[in-house]
């Protein structure tokens, strides 16, 4: 069976066909296009060209659950995102200086933004929402929230967890609507595809089997359930949009 990791690579691939990869490997880089992690970031740092900076979720390590190899290697994944954003952005800005936005390459570049950018985004709001103890405070605007959106906070854990339970992968996200201020979970197949516009992330939970797979096999309800022990709830509160709702 392939790893969460792998089904991101060949998708990757997929999007390519060979005259296109041949082409961009060559504005790009045989490293983003192959989907490989290799490019140095202390290399890239050095050069200046760094937009975003990895950031580092080591104080992860040791949390109850997860084991180092799990998280050491989902840190792994989470880098390459970050590497591959900043490739794209340089390799746009290029283009765009160059005055070539209208050739096929500059379409494929930005379409594949979107994954790489919230494949980054998406993971610094989990690794951020995990490393906490203990549950939701009771009586905390969170805990107040949740219960006026779903009734109480039990029928909003059931239903995010039941979120995350569904039958493939993605991501299970506690979605607060910039305009409404109301609370919504939502399901993410992609990274890139059916986020609410104009959404706020509260709560993120990756259930690509690369999260939980190499510790709990196909047990993702115990993934789950160290999941909720692990959430830094206090984190979380911070993500809310108080003048809302
Ligand atoms: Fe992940």
Do not use: C
Request: proline share 2%; no cysteine; hydrophobic share 35%.
């Amino acid at each position: 069976m392939k790893t969460g990791k792998e089904r991101e690579e060949n998708r990757d691939l997929l999007l390519l066909n060979r005259r296109r990869f041949l082409s961009l490997s060559g504005i790009l880089g045989l490293g983003l296009i192959s989907g490989q992690t290799d490019i140095s970031m202390a290399s890239a740092e050095k050069e200046g060209k760094m937009t975003y900076p990895s950031k580092d979720y080591n104080r992860l390590i040791g949390m109850e659950g997860f084991s180092d190899t799990l998280l050491k290697n989902h840190f792994t994944l989470y880098q390459g995102y970050v590497v591959n954003t900043n490739k794209l952005m340089e390799g746009l800005s290029q283009l765009l200086k160059e005055g070539k936005t209208g050739i096929p390459e500059y379409g494929e570049l930005k379409r594949r933004l979107g994954w790489e950018f919230n494949g980054m985004r998406l993971h610094e709001y989990y690794f951020e929402n995990l490393g906490g103890k203990g549950g939701i405070q009771k009586g905390g605007k969170l805990f107040q929230k949740l219960t006026e959106s779903f009734g109480s906070y039990e029928a909003w854990e059931k239903d995010f967890k039941a979120t995350g339970s569904m039958r493939g992968i993605g991501w299970a996200v506690l979605y607060q609507d910039i305009l409404s201020g109301k609370f919504i979970n939502f399901w993410i197949n992609e990274h890139e595809v059916g986020h609410p516009a104009g959404g706020m992330p509260i709560l993120i939970m990756d259930v690509f089997e690369h999260a939980f797979m190499i510790d709990y096999g196909l047990k993702r309800a115990d993934y789950i359930g160290a999941f909720f022990r692990n959430i830094n709830w206090v984190e979380v509160e911070k993500r809310l949009l108080l003048h809302k709702g």
